[in-house]
């Protein structure tokens, strides 16, 4: 697997999407992917405003600068591989967001980091690096 970059000046986020551009969820009420209940489930999956540290941090932005106030302006995604994983955390949903033409890409900009996702300003953030799914899947070998 490809190193992940580190950059101390413009943080790095992760997002799951298509080559397009399009997110497992979107703000146009459709979803390519998030109909299946592993995907939508809000205790393991909170929407936006119900993940406490984000609300509390776009909070603290949108008071500096009502001009970054809308979600809508933002992409989801997540602040590191670690929290990529705890929301995507089943191998066979890699597998399968894979096969519907997702992959991980990474990017950087300024990043507003909560307890289970992250957000980035859509217009600011730059891409990165791009992975395949298939490298984060945890193959098991028989060990008898």
Not at 20 to 37: H, I, P, T, V, W
Request: hydrophobic share 35%; charged share 25%; proline share 3%.
């Amino acid at each position: 697997m490809d190193t992940i970059s580190e950059n101390p000046f413009r943080p790095s986020f992760f997002r799951v999407e298509t080559s397009e551009g399009l997110g497992m969820y979107n703000s146009k009420g459709n979803s390519l992917f998030a109909s299946d209940s592993f995907i939508s489930s809000e205790s393991r999956h909170p929407i936006p405003k119900n993940d406490s540290l984000l609300e509390d941090n776009f909070a603290k932005i949108t008071r500096r600068d009502l001009a970054r106030g809308n979600f809508d302006d933002y992409s989801f995604g997540f602040v590191n591989l670690s929290q990529f994983r705890q929301w995507l955390y089943d191998d066979q949903t890699l597998k399968d967001l894979h096969s519907f033409g997702f992959r991980l890409v990474e990017y950087s900009g300024r990043v507003v980091a909560g307890n289970t996702q992250a957000m980035i300003l859509t217009k600011e953030k730059e891409m990165v690096k791009t992975y395949s799914l298939l490298n984060f899947v945890c193959e098991v070998t028989n060990l008898s």
